[in-house]
């Protein structure tokens, strides 16, 4: 694994926190992304080699929904960059994590993700992401 890619924040409206970040990192949002498969609209923010990722539901039911419901907004999963996202599934499987996708996924900012199962990593959530080849 490599450096902390993103840190990904729940929120319940980015309507309200794109512009909370924004004066706290004193940096502009620099992209929004819907990721459907997730259910949810992303924000990004860069803060030096890190981004941070802030992420509303757009789906009552679904996975961010869910955790707000149960935990409340706040810090919601850490991304390391990985460069062989496959490979690193592979060793971390093989030393008793277990992963929450079989195979890698599209996920935001043309990403290939792979999320830990947080029951193995002191629920923390982490996620796997490699930059899509072009
Ligand atoms: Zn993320």
Redesign the pocket.
Known sequence: MQKVE?I?IAVKDLAQSIPLFEKLLNTTCYKTEVVTSEQVTTAFFRQGETKI?LLESIDPQGVIARYIEKKGEGIH?I?FAVDDIEAEMKRLQAEGFTLLNETPKP??DNKL?CFLHPKGTNSVLV?L?MEKKM
């Open positions: 993103h990904g990722e999963h991304a996920g935001a993700v996620e992401c």
